[in-house]
């Protein structure tokens, strides 16, 4: 009896989610996991300055028969239906599934930038703890650029943000980007407002004229979805930047899939296909994927949500969209300010305006807002008016 085969292509959340979903739901699948380092928890990263073992345990994956392989995959064959190992092993498939994530990125306009370290993998950590410097300059408003601010504090180093607009102003209501700063400074974190012009060995050069001394430069203005072997096999992109899939992740061959950073979703409020390139959006599109590949038609909805605590005990939490996202798409939208009760020092819920449907949530706190998140979430994905959560907007 031929058994179906599965090849995973990445061992990061989605990677792994894929192989653990699909081996549960499909039994007797011939499952074959792929990656070019072993799985580790990459968005707690930082927490290796403290000493932390992010390694994932893989014993219950493999208990399920998933063979993995430790190499880096340079090609996919789509007639042949085969990947190439970097060996030059081919590993046949019947469905494949990329979870290659993404990258970090350096703009080219920037001089110097061949100065700049990034914060993406084990040794990228393991360098700034090496190094021990004194003063760390980021560039960036990103997760990951105040992830690498904890991560400097905790090896002793003073970290200065440099910020063009504001603090995770995709995830964040303006004002709560002023206060996610205000909470940072008082934990010893240094703002330096504007565009840097050019990176130096041991400076930053703001275009102002401004200089800030640096020991190590990060960059960590963004990333771009790894999309190597899918544009070389001639998968449809959105935007020539990021796979585009269906609702189950499927790509434009009905036999490939991709989940996690490297494609897109459907967003739950637009129904547009979005890049959200976040790690609770992996998990859901990779249980997907697997339920796809063993028959099932429906799917998971995959919203937008995040949550992170700063400096152990900033609590950053977002749900949706942000105003100014709603306004570009289009949505007429008011929003309330809330406080206490569950809410965080200080939170807004954002909903629209005629019928009063909660399209988002952001909060900042020094108390975790978990249980209120996951109340807006609710609403947001059954449509319900801001008074299903008790809130009074009149």
């Known amino acids: 009896m031929n058994h179906v085969r599965v090849v995973v292509v990445g061992m990061?959340?989605?990677?792994?989610?894929?192989?653990?979903?699909?081996?549960?739901?499909?039994?007797?699948?011939?499952?074959?996991?792929i990656g070019d380092e072993k799985p580790y928890v990459r968005h707690k990263l930082r927490l290796v300055t403290q000493g932390m073992d992010l390694w994932v345990n893989t014993r219950h994956i493999e208990s399920k028969g998933v063979e993995m392989i430790l190499d880096k995959v340079t090609k996919i064959r789509r007639e042949q239906k085969e990947v190439v190992l970097s060996n030059g092993e081919t590993i046949p498939y019947d469905y494949l599934v990329l979870a290659t994530g993404s990258n970090p990125t350096i703009?080219?306009?920037?001089?110097?930038?061949?100065?700049?370290?990034?914060?993406?993998?084990?040794?990228?950590?393991?360098?700034?703890?090496?190094?021990?410097?004194?003063?760390?300059?980021?560039?960036?408003a990103s997760f990951v650029a105040l992830h690498v601010a904890d991560a400097a504090r905790a090896v002793g180093a003073q970290p200065y943000v440099v910020v063009r607009s504001r603090l995770i102003r995709r995830s964040l209501e303006p004002e709560l980007s002023a206060k996610l700063e205000e909470f940072l400074a008082e934990k010893g974190v240094?703002?330096?407002?504007?565009?840097?012009?050019?990176?130096?060995?041991?400076?930053?050069?703001?275009?102002?004229?401004?200089?800030?001394?640096?020991?190590?430069?990060?960059?960590?203005?963004?990333?771009?979805?790894?999309?190597?072997?899918?544009?070389?096999?001639?998968?449809?992109?959105?935007?020539?930047?990021?796979?585009?899939?269906?609702?189950?992740?499927?790509?434009?061959?009905?036999?490939?899939?991709?989940?996690?950073?490297?494609?897109?979703?459907?967003?739950?409020?637009?129904?547009?296909?979005?890049?959200?390139?976040?790690?609770?959006?992996?998990?859901?599109?990779a249980l997907n994927a697997a339920k796809a590949?063993?028959?099932?038609?429906?799917?998971?909805?995959?919203?937008?949500?995040?949550?992170?605590?700063?400096?152990?005990?900033?609590?950053?939490?977002?749900?949706?969209?942000?105003?100014?996202?709603?306004?570009?798409?289009?949505?007429?939208?008011?929003?309330?300010?809330?406080?206490?009760?569950?809410?965080?020092?200080?939170?807004?819920?954002?909903?629209?305006?005629?019928?009063k449907r909660v399209l988002g949530f952001s909060s900042i706190s020094k108390e975790d807002v978990g249980w209120r998140s996951i109340e807006v979430l609710t609403a947001m994905l059954r449509k319900w008016p801001v008074s299903k959560l008790g809130v009074d907007i009149s």
């Open 12 to 33: 990061g959340m989605g990677g792994l989610g894929s192989a653990w979903h699909t081996a549960n739901l499909i039994p007797d699948a011939k499952i074959t996991l």
């Open 107 to 140: 703009p080219s306009r920037l001089k110097g930038g061949e100065h700049c370290n990034v914060f993406r993998r084990l040794e990228d950590v393991q360098n700034l703890i090496d190094k021990s410097p004194s003063n760390v300059v980021i560039i960036g």
């Open 190 to 285: 240094k703002f330096v407002k504007g565009r840097p012009r050019e990176v130096q060995e041991n400076k930053v050069v703001m275009e102002d004229g401004q200089v800030v001394e640096s020991d190590m430069t990060f960059m960590a203005t963004g990333v771009s979805p790894e999309i190597t072997l899918a544009k070389e096999a001639d998968l449809e992109l959105l935007d020539g930047w990021v796979i585009k899939t269906d609702n189950q992740g499927r790509t434009s061959d009905p036999n490939i899939f991709a989940v996690g950073d490297n494609a897109t979703v459907i967003d739950v409020i637009t129904g547009k296909p979005i890049y959200m390139g976040i790690g609770t959006a992996a998990s859901i599109m």
């Open 293 to 355: 590949l063993s028959g099932f038609k429906a799917s998971y909805r995959v919203p937008r949500y995040q949550r992170d605590v700063f400096f152990g005990g900033i609590h950053m939490t977002s749900v949706g969209l942000t105003s100014v996202e709603a306004e570009n798409e289009g949505f007429n939208v008011d929003r309330t300010y809330l406080s206490g009760d569950g809410w965080g020092d200080h939170a807004y819920i954002v909903y629209e305006k005629e019928t």
